[in-house]
T-cell receptor, first 116, second 114 residues
Framework: NAGVMQNPRHLVRRRGQEARLRCSPM?????VYWYRQLPEEGLKFMVY????????ESGMPKERFSAEFPKEGPSILRIQQVVRGDSAAYFC??????????????FGAGSRLTVL | KQEVTQIPAALSVPEGENLVLNCSFT??????LQWFRQDPGKGLTSLLL?????REQTSGRLNASLDKSSGRSTLYIAASQPGDSATYLC?????????????FGPGTSLSVIP
């Protein structure tokens, strides 16, 4: 079991470009969470997805950010027209949700976005 | 609003000292609480997980306690070593209507001086 896989590990973009971050959950996990960690800050919840469904996107900025978790393939966090303030580490976590309350998250190593 | 706070924000201790990191949360309706370690520029390493029905968990020199009624958890590190230097994050799984929402505290940055 390879764990939660995130790629790219490091991504550099110029202002106005698009950033796409990918997350493959652990085998058997059907729930994905995205968190953002700004420099010198803690992790902030962004979005929670199940296969083909966005359950809670209350932490997502209203514009330029979107997330999906298709039936096949990894979850994608997409940032359009990036700005310098988007520079951060983006962490993905997955869980199996075998039963209510057993929501133990396994985290990926993160994707570090730098906007020039 | 569900919030998680951690005190102190930063801590510097000499090697060998025992220390306590604190985590507070605003809502006692939780499923579990997890302590993570994060090294600079790295990902998260899970240290200890405490389910809401448990009072404490131990792993080696680490001991985490949970007092749900008062909304507090402590991480106790015995005989600290320079290799313990890192940021320690507390993450609380709150009960939501339809799913369990995990919220992180801001972290405590620990420096153990040789």
């Amino acid at each position: 079991n390879a764990g939660v896989m995130q790629n790219p590990r490091h991504l550099v973009r110029r202002r106005g470009q698009e950033a796409r971050l990918r997350c493959s959950p652990m085998k058997g996990h059907s729930h994905v969470y995205w968190y953002r960690q700004l420099p010198e800050e803690g992790l902030k919840f962004m979005v929670y997805l199940q296969k083909e469904n966005i359950i809670d996107e209350s932490g997502m900025p209203k514009e330029r950010f979107s997330a999906e978790f298709p039936k096949e393939g990894p979850s994608i966090l997409r940032i359009q027209q990036v700005v310098r303030g988007d520079s951060a580490a983006y962490f993905c976590a997955s869980s199996p949700r075998t039963r209510s309350g057993a929501n133990v998250l396994t985290f990926g190593a993160g994707s570090r976005l730098t906007v020039l | 609003k569900q919030e998680v706070t951690q005190i102190p924000a930063a801590l510097s201790v000499p090697e060998g000292e025992n220390l306590v990191l604190n985590c507070s949360f605003t809502d006692s309706a939780i499923y579990n609480l997890q302590w993570f370690r994060q090294d600079p520029g790295k990902g998260l390493t899970s240290l200890l997980l405490i389910q809401s029905s448990q009072r404490e968990q131990t792993s080696g020199r680490l001991n985490a306690s949970l007092d749900k009624s008062s909304g507090r958890s402590t991480l106790y590190i015995a005989a600290s070593q320079p290799g313990d230097s890192a940021t320690y994050l507390c993450a609380v799984s709150f009960r939501e209507t339809s799913y369990d929402k995990v919220i992180f505290g801001p972290g405590t940055s620990l420096s153990v001086i040789p």
